[in-house]
């Protein structure tokens, strides 16, 4: 009788078993490669101080191409893109740095991480005898989707490649039952960081939580160092900053040997941050991490 049966009777039978296959495969298949998240996972970052500002809205495109500008005391964490060197850098030259973290702005706003900041070298004085090796330098664009807004940054803390590389690497080792996302790590200026996701505890009391993981950064206020001139909040934003790598409290030079800030760039000539060494030519490797504070922000239209 089988062989009686008519074509279209089988492509009939087919059509509906290759039809219940794929539901069935659909069904079984999950919709990332994350794990489910629970209700409450859902809604986590929402409840929490530390998450972001604001959440991706249909406006952020309009946003991020219209330059916002940007608050007073805003952080920018930067990579260096190119060494900075008081033996081979020159005046004039032009300096580049990476945005490593997306950076909320307010409801629906932000500059997202692979942004860029340029600016120049403003001076170089080589080491010789009786004198210390010197770089001036300063940032004064944000760059992004091919436009180049006007900003005047102060310098709050830099981190040689290494200490960069060492804040993103647990310091202990995963065993068998461990996960690697869920391993802590240590910032640049001692807040410890537990895990993807997870909060972010203070340097000096384990017991206070100052931030949380965001997106391979950290977002948290940033505070005040005593002895330094490092301040906390500026001009009324106390909103939380992204600041990758570095701790809430990171201020002045780290892994970087004798390097000093001698001048941050808060006050006049505004911007104007200057580097020097002690001991032979000053020398920041591409890889360098920055805490740029903006102090001044316009909306910018110059096409890049």
Known sequence: MHENRSAPQFLQIG????????????????????????????????????????????????SETNSPIIPVGTILPVRLNATIS??????????KGRIMQDIPLGPGRK?????????????????????????????DKVILRHQAMAITTNLRAVAGFMAVLDAQTPPI????????????????????????????????????IVGKEMHGGVLGKVTAKEGTACRGAIDGNDQPQALWVFSTSACGTYGLGHIAIAYAGRTDPDGVIVLTSDRGDLKIAAGAGLLLRVIEASKGNEEK
């Open 111 to 139: 500059i997202p991480a692979g942004s860029k900041v340029a600016g120049r070298i403003v001076e170089v004085v080589p080491a010789s005898s009786g004198q210390e090796a010197r770089v001036a330098l300063q940032f």
């Open 173 to 208: 080792g995963p065993s068998e039952s461990d996960v690697y996302d869920w391993l802590t790590t240590v910032q640049i200026g001692g807040d410890v960081v537990y895990g993807k996701g997870g909060i972010v505890t203070a340097a000096d009391n384990p017991n206070l």
């Open 15 to 62: 059509s509906l078993l290759l039809s219940g296959m794929l539901c069935a495969s659909l069904q079984a298949r999950p919709a990332s490669g994350h794990p489910p998240k629970s209700r409450d996972d859902n809604n986590s970052d929402r409840s929490s101080p530390f998450a972001l500002i604001y959440l991706r809205s249909p406006n952020d495109e309009t």
């Open 86 to 95: 008081s033996k081979k850098s020159k005046s004039g030259e032009e300096v």
